[in-house]
């Protein structure tokens, strides 16, 4: 189509052949990316049941760590006190990968 590049379209659907469980898992961490990763996913062909699968496990994951965290975290005193600088250090922290994958394209360039 105009709106797809031919080689990305390509590139992508080497990525999701090699990559794309992994990808459907660690978007559901990153805000940006959880938005993407299925739709391009979709474009690259791969297969429904195997994108569900990953999908179903990725919100699995993600549930898990973040309902035993917030219960484990919530129950500290410190935490508690200090809940403000909790949720700074939270956003903070999530961008990280973000910026490691900023730093190592430009390292590229």
Do not use: C, H, M, P
């Given at each position: 189509?105009?709106?797809?590049?031919?080689s990305h379209f390509e590139k992508a659907s080497l990525f999701y052949e090699k990559n794309g469980?992994?990808?459907?898992?660690l978007a559901r961490f990153l805000p940006l990316l959880r938005t993407f990763v299925p739709f391009v996913a979709g474009i690259s062909n791969m297969a429904y049941k195997r994108f569900f699968t990953f999908n179903v496990l990725g919100g699995l994951i993600w549930v898990s760590i973040t309902v035993?965290?917030?219960f484990w975290f919530g129950n500290l005193k410190i935490?508690?006190?200090?809940?403000?600088?909790?949720?700074?250090?939270?956003?903070?922290?999530s961008l990280i990968p973000v910026g490691i994958g900023l730093f190592q394209l430009?390292?590229?360039t």
């Open positions: 189509t105009r709106f797809i590049n031919q469980g992994k990808a459907i898992v035993g965290g917030g935490v508690r006190d200090n809940f403000e600088w909790v949720l700074i250090a939270i956003v903070l922290i430009k390292k590229k």
